[in-house]
């Protein structure tokens, strides 16, 4: 059992951007993504990632990501089409209730929407090691405190995951029922949960203590442990990227 | 000594190792209740159980990274919804200062009380962004049942995410609060727990 991970390594001009041209790209794109009123200019969006992300080699994964969202797409199409109706034109009847037009547009309207942010944020997270965008960030000026807090959950999750395995392995050896009616699976939460959240707090109570004799409160400018250097052309990616984002936001105006 | 303000924002070091604790053990209550099969998320007890020991500002990190994290690992759209999490941090910590954490019943009541909050500041999030629906199915059939019957999206949207949200936070609140209890007096003193537990 692995803890949950959407990056996936690779040597691409993509990986190998910085990450926060990349943040800014992705940021840029998602937000424009809300603002562009019409669904065949999010497809636009839609293909621009999908060609990033396809040089980067991990269409795949974000194929799964798009399919993993397929329920919520499906709900947009029943609870728009049903119920916007608009000037009132049905495109179909099922089961004797009427899909209206404007309703169905909207909700691939907003199937894109949900697609456009996936692919955006995709193009950061899944070319991105967590640990590398904290370092960046904390070279451009972001609290040392709050960059600890999001990278060491990285080096924590292996850790509590293998937890969670020994703990699940052992209350079931000790009888916890984790089959049989939802109060008996309830009941299982806490035999289950307890052991895990205790031995965390006395991990952070450790952690704490080790971070304080480093000289974790310390005042003054912090050095990081592994560089990331800025990308040649970083400029002109995060320009495109806010340019395409004041362009929506015009579009958005304009209709 | 001087008192320290519920809302100082001048956190320990142990405060700040609470933090990706609470992330961590968010993930572990997910996980969890997928292995039981339960029908709830469950995925905000570290950031609820964070601000019962530190505060109000410590669950309200919590809340932020556990977003930005889930974000970067798991489900880009999950950044959305980290001011979600964050009130849900901030609410709970304040009401479990202000002794929301005494009693059972009150522990059910603050449970109660942040599922509303987290359906607040879900609802024009959801609006906004999905125009009302949340894509779990039984909350999206009550908003179309809802939308049919002639309710306005906002009404029909925050009910879709309330029928969610109020089985989910209270039992959320309710485990965080049972490990809470359980806690050796030690740590509970080194977190700065401005939450109260009764005597007992």
Same mark, same amino acid.
């Given at each position: ?147 600890? *807090? @999001?990278? $060491?959950?990285?080096?924590? !999750?292996?850790?509590?995951? +293998? =937890?969670?395995? /020994? %703990? #699940? ?66 400029? *002109? @990616?995060? $320009?495109?990227?806010?340019? !395409?984002?004041?362009?929506? +936001? =015009?579009?958005? /105006? %304009? #209709? | ?200």
């Amino acid at each position: 059992m692995r803890p949950p991970s959407l990056y996936v390594p690779g040597s691409t001009p993509v990986h190998r951007a910085d990450p926060v041209t990349k943040g800014v790209w992705a940021a840029s794109l998602t937000l424009a993504g809300f603002l562009v009123p019409d669904w065949r200019g999010l497809a636009l969006l839609f293909l621009l990632n999908a060609a990033v992300l396809a040089r980067a080699g991990v269409l795949r994964r974000v194929a799964g990501l798009v399919l993993a969202s397929a329920l919520l797409v499906v709900t947009f199409f029943v609870a728009q089409g049903l119920t916007h109706a608009g000037s009132g034109e049905v495109a179909f009847r099922a089961a004797g209730l009427p899909f209206y037009r404007e309703g169905l547009v909207f909700a691939l309207t907003l199937a894109f929407r949900l697609w456009n942010t996936i692919l955006a944020m995709g193009v950061l997270v899944l070319t991105t090691r967590p640990q590398d965008l904290v370092a960046a960030l904390l070279m451009r000026g972001f609290p040392p405190r709050a960059g600890y *807090a @999001v990278a $060491s959950v990285v080096q924590l !999750l292996p850790t509590v995951w +293998a =937890a969670v395995a /020994a %703990v #699940l392995d052992a209350q079931r050896s000790r009888g916890v029922e984790t089959d049989g009616g939802l109060g008996r699976r309830l009941r299982a939460l806490l035999p289950m949960l307890g052991p895990l959240v205790m031995a965390s707090l006395t991990a952070a109570q450790e952690r704490a203590v080790a971070l304080e004799v480093r000289g974790f409160s310390r005042k003054g400018p912090r050095t990081v442990f592994r560089p990331v250097a800025d990308m040649p052309g970083a400029l *002109a @990616v995060r $320009s495109l990227g806010l340019a !395409l984002f004041a362009a929506s +936001a =015009a579009w958005r /105006a %304009v #209709l | 000594m001087q008192a320290r303000s519920v809302w100082s924002l001048r956190l320990t070091t142990f405060m700040v190792a609470l933090i990706p604790i609470a992330v961590a053990v968010n993930f572990v209550g997910k996980y969890v209740a997928q292995v039981l099969r339960l029908p709830l998320w469950l995925d905000s007890i570290g950031t609820v159980l964070a601000a019962i020991l530190g505060g109000p500002v410590v669950g309200a990190l919590a809340g932020a990274v556990n977003n930005v994290f889930y974000g970067l690992v798991q489900d880009p759209v999950s950044f959305w919804y980290a001011v979600t999490s964050v009130f849900i941090g901030l609410a709970a910590g304040y009401l479990a200062y202000r002794g929301w954490t005494k009693t059972p019943a009150a522990a059910v009541g603050l449970g109660v009380a942040v599922a509303v909050v987290a359906a607040v500041v879900s609802t024009p999030l959801n609006v906004l962004l999905w125009g009302g629906t949340t894509g779990n199915v039984w909350g999206d059939a009550l908003f179309t049942s809802l939308r049919l019957s002639g309710f306005p999206v906002w009404i029909a949207s925050f009910l879709d995410e309330f029928v969610i949200d109020l089985p989910d936070k209270v039992i959320t609140v309710f485990v965080a609060y049972l490990i809470f209890r359980g806690l050796p007096e030690r740590l509970v003193a080194q977190a700065g727990a401005v939450a109260a537990r009764d005597a007992d």
